[in-house]
């Protein structure tokens, strides 16, 4: 089965609740994004549900330990460097040489 579309998301209200399901081209997504992206909507409706009278811009996409991780482990790149590790990079632009036709 091909995707009609890059990406939907199907949903029906039923007795027990809202069910979906994502339907994706497995050729511009992997499964774990896929994945991903559902847990981060089920936050956002869960946290709708417990606060509907917030506007939509404060709530969460990511739970807290999520958020720690991407924002705050993954981006240590802070670094010392000495004067021995300096690198200057130099570079000049030079217009492309133009070919000459006989």
């Known amino acids: 089965m091909s995707a009609k579309y890059d990406l939907s998301l199907y949903l029906e209200e039923k007795p027990e609740g809202i069910q979906g399901y994502f ?3 497995t050729a511009l997504f992997d499964r774990s994004t896929i994945e ?6 089920t936050v956002l409706l869960v946290a709708i ?10 709530f969460p996409l990511m739970q807290t330990k999520e958020r720690e991780r991407l924002l705050v482990q993954w981006n240590r790149t802070q670094h010392e460097y000495g004067k021995s590790a300096r690198r200057v990079l130099r570079f000049r632009l ?9």
């Open 94 to 102: 030079a217009p492309p040489k133009v070919r000459k036709k006989p």
């Open 36 to 41: 991903r992206l559902s847990h981060h909507f």
């Open 23 to 25: 339907e994706y081209a």
């Open 49 to 58: 549900a417990e606060n509907p009278d917030r506007a939509l811009w404060q």
